[in-house]
């Protein structure tokens, strides 16, 4: 028996099981069938039997099939705004990659940083940094990106993981990288594809979270952990060269071939730097961020930068708009059935009498390491986030703050295993850090930024009044 067959028997064994297990008195008998459909796309994203789109197709199908929800209420997440602004980012990513900025950017830190093996390192993640509020998906940055400038430098120096010489550089770029850009992804809503969906879920609870606040409450424990991170694994994964003083000379002889800026990358730098201004001063004056990314794909299509063909031909933006849809309209309605606040309620009764920041603090422990058995982020939000933070809201916690906290967790969270995150498979195939190696890095490094995001971030939202 294939393994498609065998994820398609699991997936319905598990949506049937829920589906005729009673529901709980007082809970919508709609709202528990909705349950096992949404457990059954959930767990199809992870098995991915056919691929994402194809699964939740399905997903949305077979909502309106069985008279859970009606076709109209079925169709519901293609007109939410916030996934569309996450497919307008995806449209103007491709600019950064098509004209050349993005790898620019790169060889331009290189350059500058890339004398020593350590400010090599702070130099690939002030390039996923300067990158992430306009890239939003995390695979193609770093694994389209920044990955290719650190192997071939690990490469140039004879690092290369077939001949086993990783130790030499190879092992230590992979684990910055890598790690870097989960911090990266956490600092901007923008960042990472699943940290609207995020926002979406906490402003069907009320709490809304604008493009500006999130950067506001993440930028000071990011920039902390951006400082650090390289020299806790400087520490734990001490590479053999220290020192690359090629890496400033491969750096500056691809800039030379790539000439001097196009206007292309005029261009598509011009609207990024107007993009980053609408979506901090835009709310203040009416402007909602989707409107703005929308402003930025217009001026890219009419400058050339792009055309519509590259906007067609941009699969990941349409794959990410079915799924996302799917999962936002499954999600809103389990809310509005009720059982969001019912689960809430059944875990909020085991922590009562605990001081809300204890029981935050242990609501985002748990919600970061229940994370080693997802294989995505996306599929680890919208099954949980809601969950969460209702329960913290519950316990007392305040809510704009919970929300971010749990959107900064999961991000962080796909740290922690080689499957956790798109760029984990990319950077792990990559050779250079052994199985067991990634794990154990995986799990310190995660507790380090815990520790950071805890204490610093702590500080911080009380410094801004978001407690």
């Known amino acids: 028996m294939n393994k498609k067959i065998i994820s398609w028997l699991v997936i319905l064994a598990v949506a049937v099981g829920i589906w005729l297990t009673p529901a709980p008195a007082s809970v919508d008998p709609k709202a528990w069938h909705l349950l096992a459909i949404f457990v059954a796309t959930v767990l199809g994203l992870i098995l991915e039997p ?49 004209s050349g900025l993005g790898a620019r950017i790169g060889y331009i830190f290189m350059r500058l940083m890339g004398k020593r093996t350590l400010t090599l390192s ?66 901007f809503l923008t960042g990472m594809a699943a940290n609207p969906l995020a926002a979406k879920l906490a402003a069907d609870m009320g709490i809304e979270i604008s493009w500006g606040q999130w950067a506001l409450a993440a930028i000071v424990p990011g920039i902390v952990g951006l400082l650090l991170m390289p020299l806790f694994a400087y520490m734990l994964n001490k590479p053999a060269i220290t020192a690359t003083p090629q890496a400033p000379q491969i750096a500056a002889k691809a800039l030379a071939e790539m000439g001097k800026m196009k206007m292309s990358e005029w261009v598509t730098l011009g609207t990024f730097i107007a993009l980053i201004g609408l979506w901090i001063a835009g709310p203040s004056f009416g402007l909602n961020g989707t409107t703005a990314a929308m402003i930025g794909l217009i001026l890219l299509v009419n400058a050339n930068v792009l055309s519509w063909d590259d ?9 990410t708009l079915t799924w996302f849809s799917a999962l936002v309209m499954m999600a809103t309605f389990l809310n509005k059935l009720g059982l969001i606040k019912w689960f809430g309620s059944s875990i909020a009764a085991n922590l009562t009498g605990l001081d809300w920041p204890v029981a935050l603090l242990a609501l985002a422990l748990l919600y970061y390491y229940i994370h080693y058995a997802f294989a995505s982020s996306t599929a680890h939000v919208a099954a949980l986030y809601s969950v969460f933070l209702a329960v913290a809201v519950q316990m007392g916690a305040p809510g704009l703050m919970s929300a971010i906290i749990f959107g900064v967790i999961s991000n962080l969270m796909g740290g922690v295993t080689h499957y956790g995150t798109g760029p984990a498979p990319i950077l792990f195939g990559a050779g250079h850090v052994s199985l067991p190696k990634w794990w154990s890095l995986g799990f310190i490094m995660g507790l380090l930024q815990l520790v950071i995001w805890a204490v610093v971030g702590g500080i911080w939202w009380k410094v801004i009044g978001l407690y």
């Open 50 to 98: 056919i691929p994402m789109g194809a699964v939740a197709i399905c997903g949305i199908t077979a909502t309106a099939v069985t008279g859970t929800l009606s076709i109209k209420e079925a169709m519901t997440g293609f007109s939410n705004t916030t996934i569309w602004l996450i497919v307008m980012a995806f449209f103007i990513s491709r600019a950064f990659i098509k």
């Open 122 to 187: 702070y130099g690939l993640l002030m390039t996923d940094f300067i990158l992430a509020p306009a890239i939003p998906s995390n695979t193609a940055r770093t694994g389209g990106i920044v990955f290719p400038l650190a192997n071939s430098v690990a490469d140039a120096y004879g690092s290369r993981a077939e001949d086993g010489t990783s130790g030499k550089l190879g092992s230590f770029l992979m684990t910055t990288v890598f790690h870097g850009t989960t911090i990266t992804g956490a600092m």
């Open 311 to 319: 906007v067609l031909k941009e699969k990941g933006a349409w794959n």
